[in-house]
T-cell receptor, first 109, second 114 residues
């Protein structure tokens, strides 16, 4: 079967750094997405990785290791507005998105 | 540019009632999708469309029907609502010009079936 695992909830302090992990087992792999979803709102695109390595985009970075079936999203200089759920999604061999349940990130002052 | 819009935003139904959720996009996207989001679970694909006049089943299609008569609109129908269909429904669209594309989501419809 296909499986995406993320921690259910994480807490971090404003100004700090947090790493949200995602491990996956899917039938084929054509890339991995990270989306941000504020409570009661729509998911919005953060990043897409298809090759191994780290991609940096401002305060957010995303890492992928295809051999380990592992990705992480790194958020630096945390702000209160970063409180949200972070969704990991893998593109399988049929080019369908398989979604994780999301990680709820709570930022404390 | 409104992006992806959904109507209604909220709806309460009684078991056995029917309704249609409307999704519209103004980005000229080829692909459109309907998902449901339930607590503790990832987004699950109900149906999708790769172009005007086409539809296909996703992971959880039972109890739902869809139509894509116009490129910009994608309708999701519930013929006989059941409490198990209580959920938040998201519509999304993507360009469809590449095999993997970012999906743009609508604001969601919160449906309760009593």
């Amino acid at each position: 079967g296909q499986n995406i695992d993320q921690p259910t909830e994480m807490t971090a302090t404003e100004g700090a750094i947090v790493q949200i992990n995602c491990t996956y087992q899917t039938s084929g792999f054509n890339g991995l997405f990270w989306y941000q979803q504020h409570a009661g709102e729509a998911p919005t695109f953060l990043s897409y990785n298809v090759l191994d390595g780290l991609e940096e985009k401002g305060r957010f970075s995303s890492f992928l290791s295809r051999s380990k079936g592992y990705s992480y999203l790194l958020l630096k200089e945390l702000q209160m507005k970063d409180s949200a759920s972070y969704l990991c999604a893998v593109v399988d061999s049929n080019y369908q998105l398989i979604w994780g349940a999301g990680t709820k990130l709570i930022i404390k002052p | 540019n409104a992006g992806v819009t959904q109507t209604p935003k909220f709806r309460v139904l009684k078991t056995g009632q029917s309704m249609t959720l409307l999704c519209a996009q103004d980005m000229n996207h080829e692909y459109m999708y309907w998902y449901r989001q339930d607590p503790g679970m990832g987004l699950r694909l109900i149906h999708y469309s790769v172009g005007e006049g086409t539809t296909a089943k996703g992971e959880v299609p039972d109890g739902y029907n869809v139509s894509r008569l116009k490129k910009q609109n994608f309708l999701l129908g519930l013929e006989s609502a059941a409490p198990s269909q209580t959920s938040v429904y998201f519509c999304a669209s993507s360009h469809g010009k590449r095999e993997v594309d970012e999906q743009f989501f609508g604001p969601g419809t919160r449906l309760t079936v009593l």
